[in-house]
């Protein structure tokens, strides 16, 4: 039996902490308070940015409707007045490749890899002007053409749409793809780059080539006749507003 008189031990003092363990943990909190600015900061400047893109998107659709309604306006005038109603020439052109590189001259295929339609189905949006009309006529056997209408624009976009990144082929399933690419054109969304397009804006050349080139299905039901051209029942050539159609049967 122990005696009672015997003292208690007395306890050892703690091993002083090495003072690279002591640096290692205040740079850690260091390294955990910034991350949290930065996601705190990243965070408030989405909110911002979606505050923004909303603004945007309801200013877009009142031009939409603003402009669908002085069409219908101008219609009814014109009727009104025993006149026609003449609308404005379009000024981009929805080009779709309906036929292969089988006995291709070389010049039609360099137009072609020009108007960036290198593969059958391939569609592209492109601005009208001189060049490209010329180009259109030098290649029409092979593509058909038209003037989308904004539902067929949006719908290409938000379903087939891919963006150009560094050589790459990225889907649009973020709004930050397209603001890295095009931000400094003021193109930050999705309904930036459909109103880009179908006004044909200043950047319209930056937003289509940021584009990559549609690749849609064949056709449902598939095609007439790919040697004639569309006036004559066939596929090729210019085939105007019909051409939303056929973006409906093959998207």
Same mark, same amino acid.
């Given at each position: ?59 877009? !659709? ?19 007045? &025993? ?29 072609? +890899? ?22 259109? +006529?030098?290649?029409?056997? @092979?593509?058909?053409?038209? /003037?989308? =209408?904004?539902? =067929? !624009?949006?719908?290409?976009? @938000? ?5 150009? !990144? ?11 793809? *397209?603001?890295?690419? #095009? ?13 880009? *397009? ?7 050349? +930056?937003?289509?080539?940021?584009? $990559?080139?549609? +690749? ?6 598939? $095609? ?8 004559? &029942?066939?596929?090729? &050539?210019?085939?105007? /507003? #019909? ?9």
């Amino acid at each position: 039996m122990a005696p009672k008189n015997v003292a208690p031990r007395a306890r050892k003092a703690p091993a002083p902490v090495p003072e690279s363990t002591l640096k290692k943990r205040k740079t850690l909190s260091e390294i955990k308070a910034n991350r949290d600015l930065r996601v705190a900061a990243a965070k408030k400047k989405a909110a911002a940015t979606r505050k923004i893109i909303f603004k945007r998107a309801e200013s877009y !659709v009142k031009e939409y409707r603003n402009k669908e309604a002085d069409e219908i306006r101008f219609k009814r005038q014109a009727k009104n007045n &025993g006149n026609f109603f003449m609308p404005a020439m379009p000024k981009v052109l929805f080009v779709v490749r309906v036929r292969g590189i089988m006995r291709v001259s070389p010049k039609v295929r360099k137009c072609l +890899q020009l108007l960036r339609l290198r593969q059958v189905h391939n569609g592209v949006f492109i601005k009208v002007n001189k060049a490209t009309l010329n180009m259109l +006529q030098l290649v029409e056997p @092979y593509v058909t053409y038209g /003037e989308p =209408s904004l539902r =067929s !624009v949006r719908e290409l976009i @938000y379903k087939r749409g891919y963006g150009k !990144v560094n050589k790459q082929r990225i889907p649009l399933s973020n709004n930050k793809v *397209i603001a890295d690419a #095009l931000g400094a054109h003021d193109i930050i969304c999705v309904e930036d780059l459909v109103h880009e *397009i179908v006004t044909c804006g200043p950047a319209f050349k +930056q937003a289509s080539n940021f584009l $990559w080139p549609f +690749q849609l299905s064949s056709p449902v039901g598939g $095609w007439s006749d790919k040697g004639k051209h569309f006036s004559e &029942g066939g596929d090729g &050539g210019e085939r105007g /507003e #019909l051409i939303n159609k056929l973006i409906r049967q093959m998207n």
